[in-house]
């Protein structure tokens, strides 16, 4: 059964640093493109960043360009999504996502076949 699990997220101050990570089992995911999205409270689901499988190919959104870094170990079935200097602005459920190819509309949900169950992530003022 495929499956995604990501880490415990937590509560942090702004300023702060904070990593997430994704384990993925249950098929081949090592040549699948990752994604991270984000979901605040009474807003839509987010894009924040992708990785292709081989990991020469990462896209962000422009809210967290500098600041967020998305990676994958050398396994290819753990991608890392590295936080830093956050803002309360940066308050949402993360979720980690697998999609076949580096596809253009990669910061569409739509295009995602595999979710994890979420995990919560604040930033205190």
């Known amino acids: 059964q495929e499956q995604l699990v990501e880490s415990v997220g937590g509560l942090v101050q702004a300023g702060a640093s904070l990593r997430l990570s994704c384990a993925a089992s249950g098929r081949t995911f090592s040549r699948w493109t990752m994604g991270w999205f984000r979901q605040a409270p009474g807003k839509e689901r987010e894009f924040v960043a992708a990785i292709s499988w081989s990991g020469g190919s990462t896209a962000y959104a422009n809210s967290v360009k500098g600041r967020f870094t998305i990676s994958r170990d050398f396994t290819k079935v753990t991608v890392y999504l590295q936080m830093n200097t956050l803002k309360p602005d940066d308050t949402a459920v993360y979720y980690c996502?697998?999609?076949?190819?580096?596809?253009?509309?990669?910061?569409?949900?739509?295009?995602?076949?595999?979710w994890g169950q979420g995990t919560q992530v604040t930033v205190s003022s």
């Open positions: 996502a697998a999609t076949p190819d580096w596809n253009p509309n990669r910061n569409s949900p739509q295009i995602y076949t595999y």
